[in-house]
């Protein structure tokens, strides 16, 4: 699976927990949009996470909150190529990941020197992204959501949550191998949050572990979502670090290569304590 293409850029999963932190580009992600304001504020941001100890950099440029409006091809390299190609240059060693669902974006980035694709629409909202990353042979994250940003709060419908993600994801999977995507390259999200409700976002926690077991490598990018701030009646993004921290134990117990996170600092700290615990040779 993505383990031995992962290997070849020096993450090596079963071993620890690898820690990827965001970078928003956008004026408005549902959490910290504008705290970063071109690209010298971008590399700032980068060299302290990866001085906290984080694997990856997700760099996104369209924001994917509930709500959020597309903003086009052209608008979303505008922010996001200074910043890739700076963070780039001052950190050559760094693994570079782009969070988008269009493939002209998708191939700019990597000739720009990303490394990875992460893309939240699984392949749907561009097929053509799936040919890029079968060009590059990079690694793609495929994650589980439904409709667009403007629509997923109305798609919430299941039969059996954990079955029908896992469903959804090996058809997901299954198109990008027919656009020439290896199996080597793919990694999987549950989409805690798209498409999902409070309680369907925990039951998606407590079934991990079957996702996992499908033999993807497992992302899980809880930070600072809705379900977390609806469970503890917190309705500030940013003071939801401790029920953040929670969840990245639950996924690591069940098994998770990754989690997605903006405070890279403490949960680097928490994924080392809950590797110890659960990840003990």
């Known amino acids: 699976m993505a383990i031995a293409l992962a290997e070849r850029q020096g993450l090596v999963f079963g071993g ?7 970078i928003n580009l956008t004026p408005d992600s549902f959490s910290d949009g504008g705290r970063i304001n071109g690209a010298d504020q971008a590399l700032r941001a980068a060299q302290r996470m990866v001085s906290q100890g984080a694997s990856v950099l997700d760099l996104g440029a369209q924001s994917t909150r509930p709500g959020a409006e597309a903003i086009g091809a052209e608008a979303e390299l505008a922010r996001l190529l200074p910043a890739l190609v700076r963070i780039r240059s001052a950190l050559p060693q760094v693994l570079l990941s782009i969070d988008t669902f269009r493939a002209p974006v998708a191939a700019a980035a990597l000739e720009a020197g990303a490394d990875w694709i992460n893309d939240v629409s699984g392949g749907r909202q561009d097929p053509e992204l799936l040919a890029v990353a079968a060009r590059w042979g990079c690694p793609l994250v495929l994650m589980h959501s439904r409709g667009d940003s403007r629509s997923m709060d109305g798609l919430t419908a299941y039969g059996d949550l954990v079955d029908d993600v896992i469903t959804e994801l090996e058809d997901a999977s299954g ?9 080597s390259q793919l990694i999987w999200d549950p989409g805690l949050g798209f498409a999902k409700t409070e309680v369907q976002c925990l039951a998606l926690l407590h079934g991990l572990a079957r996702l996992r077991a499908q033999g993807h490598p497992l992302l ?16 500030r993004p940013r003071a939801r670090l401790w029920g953040t921290a929670a969840v990245v134990c639950q996924a690591i117990s069940a098994g998770a290569d990754i989690v997605r996170v903006h405070d890279v600092g403490p949960i680097v700290q928490t994924a080392r304590m809950a590797d110890a615990l659960w990840r003990r040779p």
Do not use: Y
């Open 16 to 22: 620890r927990t690898h820690v990827m932190g965001v």
């Open 175 to 183: 198109q990008a191998r027919a656009a020439g995507v290896a199996p």
């Open 220 to 235: 899980v990018g809880p930070s600072r979502k809705r379900f977390i701030g609806a469970v503890l009646a917190e309705p």
